[in-house]
């Protein structure tokens, strides 16, 4: 599925020469990130359907991110977690692609968990994240 727009989430902050909607500069309280990413994400409306990146603690928030986007109706192209904390997989999620982007980074802790990212069958790519992202918005 082509990509209509690139959501780059609080905690995920990367200058991508793609159409983006660039949320990575509000900070947002652990409780309330969810529910507030959804809602900037409802108001500006982006072009569906949505990549969405996840950074680091962030990423363990993809799920309950991507049930908000399917309860507005919103599609999302698939989800990419860079350096990530993974998150718990449910009866329906992941509903779209999963990358997991390991850059050089990565602590040994990180890369650690890719395994379990591999044997879920998510892709697993190391490297730059800019570049990577770019790539997988590219796809078609």
């Given at each position: 599925m082509a990509v209509g727009t690139v959501v780059l989430t609080p905690g995920a902050s990367f200058a991508l020469a793609l159409p983006?909607?660039?949320?990575?500069?509000?900070?947002l309280p652990p409780d309330e990130w969810t529910a507030r990413c959804a809602l900037m994400i409802a108001a500006a409306n982006p072009a569906p359907p949505a990549l969405l990146v996840?950074?680091?603690d962030h990423a363990a928030n993809a799920p309950a991110l991507g049930f908000a986007q399917r309860?507005?109706?919103?599609?999302v192209a698939g989800y990419v977690l860079v350096d990530p904390v993974l998150?718990?997989?449910?009866g329906?999620?992941?509903?779209?692609?999963?990358t997991v982007i390991l850059t050089p980074g990565a602590d040994t802790d990180t890369r650690s968990a890719a395994l379990g990212a591999r044997l879920r069958g998510w892709e697993v790519v190391e490297g730059e994240a800019v570049g990577l992202i770019g790539q997988i918005a590219t796809r078609p």
């Open positions: 983006t909607l660039d949320l990575s500069d509000h900070h996840l950074a680091r309860s507005a109706r919103r599609a998150p718990a997989v449910g329906d999620w992941p509903d779209a692609p999963v």
